[in-house]
Antibody, heavy 123, light 107 residues
Framework: QVQLQESGPGLVKPSQTLSLTCTVS??????????WSWIRQPAGKELQWIGR???????RYNPSLESRVTISIDPSRNQFSLRLSAVTAADTAVYFC???????????????WGQGSLVTVSS | DIQMTQSPSSLSASVGDRVTITCRAS??????LNWYQQKPGRAPKALIY???NLQSGVPSRFKGIGSGTDFTLTISSLQPEDFATYYC?????????FGGGTRVDIK
């Protein structure tokens, strides 16, 4: 059974960089075909896709966040990570890591999710 | 960005009811539409992918249909564990986007 677990600071000051790591167990980030993704959800609001990384390190980001986001992968630790710079209160949210299945015919969906990590941006 | 609009935003239903949720995309997404269920304080759970494919372990009372811009999720006979919020999500184009959610409450 694949499990994902987010870790990182729960409180970040405005203008600083939010850093989260997702540790994968029960499977390998080197296996495929999967994209390893970050998604966030402000309290009481809808989900927002942040970006994804492939095993090769290739990334795609949400254009609305692209200038501030970096997602990386570390197969040696079976982890992938999120960095979001210059944060503001609007970045306060629960951050989820998730595995996206690359299906046949160009279909994609997330099949395994972490439990979520609340990050609050406040001084 | 492709905008995903769900309706209704909330509904009240009883155990055993048939429930239908609709999702409309602002552009043609052919068949690339997924549905997720989320309970309070939990991560979303995949229900249906690519319009009509049931995720492993999901009961057959969940059914998805549609194409192009209009999609529906139907729960044929609502069970106590189905009270949750449901989200549609398009995987046709970057950025991947979600609907605003439909909350299903107990009547």
């Amino acid at each position: 059974q694949v499990q994902l677990q987010e870790s990182g600071p729960g409180l970040v000051k405005p203008s600083q960089t939010l850093s989260l790591t997702c540790t994968v167990s029960g499977g390998s980030v080197n296996s495929g075909p999967y994209y390893w993704s970050w998604i966030r959800q402000p309290a009481g609001k809808e989900l927002q896709w942040i970006g994804r990384v492939y095993t090769s390190g290739t990334t795609r980001y949400n254009p609305s966040l692209e200038s501030r986001v970096t997602i990386s992968i570390d197969p040696s630790r079976n982890q992938f990570s999120l960095r979001l710079s210059a944060v503001t209160a609007a970045d306060t949210a629960v951050y989820f890591c998730a595995r996206m299945v690359i299906g046949g015919g160009g279909s994609f969906h997330w099949d395994y999710w972490g439990q979520g990590s609340l990050v609050t941006v406040s001084s | 960005d492709i905008q995903m609009t769900q309706s209704p935003s909330s509904l009240s239903a009883s155990v055993g009811d048939r429930v239908t949720i609709t999702c409309r995309a602002s552009h043609n997404i052919t068949k690339y539409l997924n549905w997720y269920q989320q309970k309070p304080g939990r991560a979303p759970k995949a229900l249906i992918y690519t319009t009509s494919n049931l995720q492993s372990g999901v009961p057959s009372r969940f059914k998805g249909i549609g194409s192009g811009t209009d999609f529906t999720l139907t729960i044929s006979s609502l069970q106590p564990e189905d009270f949750a919020t449901y989200y549609c999500q398009q995987s046709d184009r970057i950025p991947l986007t979600f609907g605003g959610g439909t909350r299903v409450d107990i009547k």
